[in-house]
């Protein structure tokens, strides 16, 4: 019955007008009272958007690195700088400041936000040099290094590994297998 488009009242009267099956008891209750139809997607997905979207678009063109700096931490309660960005502009605006002074100013404390973490720290790290101890790992670090220092291991691992220089002899000889085959058989 997959074959048949509609839903089960649609393709039993389908079947039983075809001669294909007998009219079974229920259809006539049915008819009269049919199931209730719900409304079909078609497939197509609607685009959620939200009203600070357009200031979020905004933020990322002017601080094109906050999308590797700020990332997105899907486990963390605090929404992304671009978010607040959006959500302060939409603030303002409501107070009643032009778009592009609310910008300005959302902006201006994104920027300060920014200088205060980074400040933040190196007076960490001072404190501590006095101390003598270990300076403490960045709190605010951005997602970049964050990548680089989880595959520094990796990184270190390939110079020194056995295994790993094992392969790489192995593939510098068959190269150089290759370069000789191709000056033996004129391939140049």
């Known amino acids: 019955m ?12 389908k079947l039983v007008k075809g001669l294909a099956k007998s009219e079974p008891i229920w259809l006539k209750a049915m008819e009269h009272a049919p199931p209730a139809t719900f409304p079909r997607a078609d497939g197509k997905v609607k685009r959620i958007s939200l009203p600070e979207d357009v200031y ?4 990322f063109q002017k601080h094109p690195d906050s999308k590797h700096e700020d990332a997105i931490k899907l486990s963390g309660f605090d ?8 959500l302060r502009v939409l603030d303002l605006k409501e107070q009643g400041v032009s778009e592009e002074e609310a910008m300005a100013v959302a902006d201006m404390e994104y920027r300060a936000e920014k200088k205060a973490k980074k400040k933040a720290y190196v007076r960490l790290k001072q404190i501590a040099r ?8 960045n709190p605010y670090p951005s997602a970049i290094k964050e990548i680089q220092a989880e595959e520094r291991k990796y990184v270190r691992d390939r110079f020194f590994n056995p295994k790993i220089l094992e392969i790489v002899q192995k593939l510098k000889e068959e190269r150089a297998a290759e370069v000789q085959d191709r000056f033996r058989g004129g391939g140049w």
């Open 2 to 13: 997959s074959f048949l488009k509609g839903d089960l009242l649609t393709r039993t009267r």
């Open 56 to 59: 979020i678009k905004k933020f």
């Open 79 to 86: 929404p992304p700088p671009a978010r607040l960005f959006g």
């Open 130 to 137: 006095l101390e003598g101890k270990k300076p403490p790992p």
